[in-house]
């Protein structure tokens, strides 16, 4: 399992392909990690700034194990596929 790194042709700008070895499975995780780059986006500024709200709090705050879950976002992928289907995307 690797990695490879084409050029998005709408941003002009690299993207992130996971390669496991099996082009439906890869094709299958490209394009769920497209169709969901904005809620991904999100995600993870919601956890940067659960991560930096919780490190002001002072030395070890990062370290609590109890911490599960940073950011979380509910998805549904039937919707979001017939939204991207009616819309064109």
Known sequence: ???RLPLDPL??????????GYPTIDAILTTLS???RP????????????L???AAKG???LDDTRVEVLSEVSLDIDQ???N??????
């Not at 991207?84 to 995307?89: E, F, K, M």
């Open 52 to 54: 930096r709200a919780r």
């Open 11 to 20: 941003t002009a700008s690299t993207v992130r392909v996971m390669t496991a």
């Open 34 to 36: 497209q169709l969901y």
């Open 59 to 61: 030395p070890g705050t």
């Open 80 to 82: 979001r596929i017939a």
């Open 84 to 89: 991207a289907l009616t819309d064109g995307v």
């Open 39 to 50: 809620e991904i986006r999100s995600l993870m500024s919601r956890r940067d700034a659960t």
């Open 1 to 3: 399992m690797g990695w």
